[in-house]
């Protein structure tokens, strides 16, 4: 789950990261209200959306007087800002951050993430740090140090000093530099994060290191343990129908297909979504139903996969495990019979009391096929779709 910038801000400040005073800003009195009680001369007023590039698209903007911050926050407020992580339709800003405005003479880049090669924590570091951090990482990215963790001792302070001193810190700029590490360690671990980046953690003019930039990656299967982070969680940040699966226990992601796939178990998924590609098809989306399934959690499931309008076929595949085959094939008619499909359906059931389940859906009148085996559901599934195998 991503968050704001605001809003890790808050986050890495609690841990000991130091960061700009700034406010969070809904309208455009509220920013200029910000501005007014932090004081200064110069602010930045920073569009809040999940994507990053904002600065090389103008959603970063600095004002010098109120009137300034009027009239930045009113041309970013309720507007599409287009970055290169948006695509060309643009994430529409309504939340602003404005902050001081601080003059540095450096940027860095520091990040730390789950390296699932290494099976650890791993820190990032380069000197090359601000908006052009993905170029250096394509074309220079021995630029970019590392630094392993060991899970069992935790970020010690010599590798922290080793990265400072790799970027060409001196020893004065390196011991507020690796405080910084540690603290960001300690906010990945105490907070489930999957990313915390710093970009740019810029050195001032007088020499302080600050967060100028923060993003926040939580783990969404760390949550349980993190209820007020639920809180943070920005609905329109998020694509609609992923969003409205999540709000059912529904394990979905939207991809570019036109068959549309139902299944139980996150390997199944993945295999099924293999199989539509050997036969020639393109999954519309990875859905992960669970192994629980219900009437309640299929019809749900039914209406995000519909409200894809790429969608021409779909295809369930379920395994009758936890749950036996009948009692997913009754969970499904009972779904089936309260809405209008309006596309071919596939079923492919296999499991416990397998046949059971069989005969419900071959006896039931509806207009659906049934396939005995995976590669069977995926090629009718493609036929159905109107990409022949």
């Not at 699932?116 to 990215?141: K, L, N, Q, Y």
């Not at 990313?195 to 783990?219: R, S």
């Not at 659906?368 to 022949?388: D, F, M, N």
Request: hydrophobic share 45%; net charge negative; aromatic share 6%.
């Amino acid at each position: 789950m991503l968050i704001h910038e605001y809003q890790a801000k808050t986050l890495l400040a609690e841990h000991g990261v130091p960061v700009p005073d700034g406010r969070a800003a809904f309208t455009v009195a509220e920013a200029v209200a910000a501005a007014e009680d932090l004081g200064g001369q110069q602010w930045a007023v920073k569009a809040q959306i999940h994507a990053g590039g904002r600065g090389k698209a103008g959603g970063v903007r600095l004002a010098s007087s109120l009137e300034e911050v009027w009239t930045q926050a009113e041309e970013l407020l309720e507007r599409p800002l287009v970055t290169e992580q948006t695509g060309p339709e643009g994430r529409v800003v309504r939340r602003l951050l404005v902050e001081r405005a601080y003059a540095f003479t450096q940027e860095l880049y520091v990040a730390a993430t789950v390296d699932r090669h290494r099976d650890t924590v791993v820190f990032m570091a380069s000197g090359e740090g601000g908006v052009d951090i993905e170029e250096v990482a394509r074309s220079r990215p021995e630029r970019i140090l590392q630094e392993p963790v060991d899970p069992g001792v935790g970020l010690q302070p010599f590798q922290a000093r080793k990265l400072g001193f790799g970027l060409g810190l001196d020893w004065a700029q390196v011991r507020p530099f690796a405080r910084i590490l540690l603290a960001l360690y300690d906010a990945f671990l105490a907070r489930d994060a999957s990313l915390v980046e710093l970009n740019p953690l810029v050195i001032t003019a007088e020499g302080e290191l600050l967060a100028l930039d923060a993003k926040f990656k939580l783990d969404d299967n760390g949550l349980i343990r993190h209820p007020e982070l639920r809180e943070l969680r920005d609905p329109n940040e998020e694509e609609p129908k992923e969003h409205e699966a999540h709000a059912h226990g529904l394990n979905y992601i939207a991809l570019d297909g036109t068959i549309g796939c139902m299944v139980n178990g996150a390997g199944l998924a993945m295999a099924t979504m293999d199989i539509i590609k050997l036969y020639g098809g393109a999954p519309a989306n990875f859905l992960d139903v669970g192994g629980g399934t219900s009437a309640e959690r299929v019809t749900a499931a039914f209406k995000i996969l519909l409200s894809d309008a790429s969608v021409e076929a779909i295809l369930i595949n379920i395994f009758g495990g936890i749950v036996r085959c009948d009692v997913i094939a009754e969970g499904l008619l009972g779904a089936l019979r309260e809405m209008e499909l309006g596309v071919p359906l596939v079923i492919r059931l296999e499991g416990t009391n397998v046949e059971q389940g069989r005969t419900l859906l071959q006896e039931s009148g509806l207009d659906l096929i049934t396939a005995a085996t995976l590669a069977e559901a995926a090629e009718k599934a493609v036929a159905a779709a109107g990409r022949q195998p």
